[in-house]
């Protein structure tokens, strides 16, 4: 890989420290060994365009995933273009059968490439990978490479054909981001381990309620919050008529939103008052919301990255005596629109705390046990 001396490597860290605020950060140095100049630049370059954080961040990480991958399978970094032989060893490499690999140790990714990947932490995948992964892969190495004002092979025929038949040789049936959904009782189990006795539970608590509360935000939106997206609103009288707390959060483009679409959810209540104690009691009035607490009870300057998101909700889920494998991070955002149903909010009403876009979409979060006790199932019962 070009630049790859110590003296490159500190100027990447660098620069990628610039635009911290759309990357996962604390992979900082780790991205600065993996990407070459000319990526750090094109990141850099996309950034100032203006693209979507959320963008940005899945862009980042397949980048560093396909160069860890160029470097590991051929010796040498992405070339770009990349030619029709490299696509086409990608697609090799990550759709395959586990039936026939069984019987045969050369088919799918070479044993020594999957070594090193696992080894350098990029690749965690047991088996093939998800086709929406490899497409999703193969969509943003194409658009980078629009960037850098070059064109691939990426609508070849071969490539499409290889994909469709690894696709239909190896069926995968689609499982749930989250098994189970963070309902509202689920929810308040994993609140009960968060006293108020440290940061990291103060902090923690403000996570759950804001994701959940907010309509089920994703784990990037909840991890890149700042300060400066919240705006103090007037109180909301309650049931019992005392006033309530209420801030909104201006979201900006969001994955559902349109590119001129400013995004806005609104906080109401607890959720705002245990956001809060934790901004009170980390000192932050400014910047990023959720950060890092050290074992010293240090807080971070820095945001904490989406995984970390997920990491916290398994802690809790562990915590509170429940099914680790059965919850992640997504589980708050189906959970709320479950919840939602489970209280008999409308779909429509829901949808606007959520900011999905359609009905069929918002509705697919629906966990089947949900339906089958509902009373749509029950009209004959």
Same mark, same amino acid.
């Given at each position: 890989?070009?630049?790859?001396?110590?003296?490159?490597?500190?100027?990447?860290?660098e %620069?990628?420290?610039?635009?911290?605020?759309?990357? +996962?950060?604390n &992979? #900082?140095? /780790?991205? $600065?060994?993996?990407? !070459?100049?000319?990526?750090?630049?094109?990141?850099?370059?996309l950034?100032?365009?203006?693209?979507?954080?959320n963008?940005?961040?899945?862009?980042?990480s397949?980048?560093?995933?396909?160069?860890?991958?160029?470097?590991?399978?051929?010796?040498?970094p992405?070339p770009?273009?990349?030619?029709e032989?490299?696509?086409?060893?990608?697609?090799?490499?990550?759709?395959?059968d586990?039936?026939?690999?069984?019987s045969?140790?050369?088919?799918?990714?070479?044993?020594?490439?999957?070594?090193?990947?696992?080894?350098?932490?990029?690749?965690?995948?047991?088996?093939?990978?998800?086709?929406?992964?490899?497409r999703?892969?193969?969509?943003?190495?194409?658009?980078l490479t629009?960037?850098?004002g070059?064109?691939?092979?990426?609508?070849?025929?071969?490539?499409?054909t %290889?994909i469709?038949?690894?696709?239909?040789?190896? +069926?995968?049936? &689609? #499982?749930r /981001?989250? $098994?189970k959904?963070? !309902?509202?009782?689920?929810?308040?189990?994993?609140l009960?381990?968060?006293?108020?006795?440290?940061?990291?539970?103060?902090?923690?608590?403000?996570?759950?309620?804001?994701a959940?509360?907010?309509?089920?935000r994703?784990?990037?939106?909840?991890?890149?919050?700042?300060k400066e997206?919240?705006?103090?609103?007037?109180p909301?009288?309650?049931?019992?008529?005392?006033p309530?707390?209420s801030l909104?959060?201006?979201?900006?483009?969001t994955?559902?939103?349109?590119?001129?679409?400013?995004?806005?959810?609104?906080?109401?209540g607890?959720?705002?008052?245990?956001?809060?104690?934790?901004l009170?009691?980390?000192?932050?009035?400014?910047?990023?919301?959720f950060?890092a607490?050290?074992?010293?009870?240090n807080?971070?300057r820095?945001?904490?990255?989406?995984?970390a998101?997920?990491?916290?909700?398994?802690?809790?889920?562990?915590?509170?005596?429940?099914?680790?494998e059965e919850?992640?991070?997504h589980?708050l955002?189906?959970g709320?629109?479950?919840?939602?149903?489970?209280?008999?909010i409308?779909?429509?009403?829901?949808?606007?705390?959520?900011?999905?876009?359609?009905?069929?979409?918002?509705?697919?979060?629906?966990?089947?046990?949900?339906?089958?006790?509902?009373?749509?199932?029950?009209?004959?019962?």
């Amino acid at each position: 890989m070009s630049g790859t001396s110590s003296g490159s490597v500190t100027s990447r860290a660098e %620069a990628l420290d610039a635009i911290a605020a759309v990357l +996962p950060i604390n &992979r #900082r140095d /780790k991205l $600065a060994e993996i990407l !070459t100049d000319r990526d750090v630049e094109t990141l850099k370059h996309l950034v100032k365009e203006g693209m979507g954080e959320n963008t940005i961040r899945a862009l980042t990480s397949d980048l560093a995933y396909l160069e860890a991958w160029s470097l590991a399978a051929t010796g040498r970094p992405l070339p770009w273009p990349a030619p029709e032989a490299l696509l086409l060893k990608f697609v090799a490499h990550h759709l395959w059968d586990p039936a026939r690999r069984e019987s045969d140790p050369g088919h799918g990714m070479p044993a020594e490439v999957e070594e090193v990947l696992r080894k350098g932490g990029s690749l965690r995948s047991a088996g093939p990978h998800a086709p929406d992964t490899v497409r999703r892969r193969l969509a943003n190495w194409s658009t980078l490479t629009r960037w850098r004002g070059a064109q691939g092979a990426f609508t070849s025929p071969a490539l499409k054909t %290889a994909i469709r038949l690894a696709v239909r040789a190896v +069926p995968r049936q &689609r #499982r749930r /981001k989250s $098994a189970k959904a963070v !309902t509202g009782d689920v929810l308040a189990k994993l609140l009960t381990t968060c006293g108020d006795h440290n940061l990291r539970d103060l902090r923690d608590r403000a996570i759950l309620m804001l994701a959940f509360a907010s309509g089920g935000r994703r784990r990037s939106e909840v991890a890149g919050l700042r300060k400066e997206q919240l705006t103090i609103e007037p109180p909301v009288k309650g049931q019992d008529g005392n006033p309530l707390p209420s801030l909104s959060i201006r979201l900006g483009r969001t994955k559902n939103s349109g590119a001129s679409q400013d995004e806005v959810v609104y906080l109401t209540g607890q959720p705002v008052d245990a956001l809060n104690t934790w901004l009170a009691a980390a000192k932050i009035d400014g910047g990023s919301v959720f950060r890092a607490v050290d074992r010293w009870g240090n807080v971070s300057r820095r945001a904490l990255d989406p995984k970390a998101i997920n990491d916290i909700v398994k802690q809790r889920v562990a915590m509170a005596g429940l099914e680790v494998e059965e919850f992640s991070a997504h589980g708050l955002r189906s959970g709320y629109l479950t919840e939602a149903a489970n209280r008999g909010i409308p779909l429509p009403e829901a949808m606007e705390q959520s900011r999905h876009r359609s009905v069929q979409q918002a509705s697919s979060y629906y966990n089947s046990a949900a339906r089958r006790e509902g009373r749509a199932a029950r009209l004959l019962s």
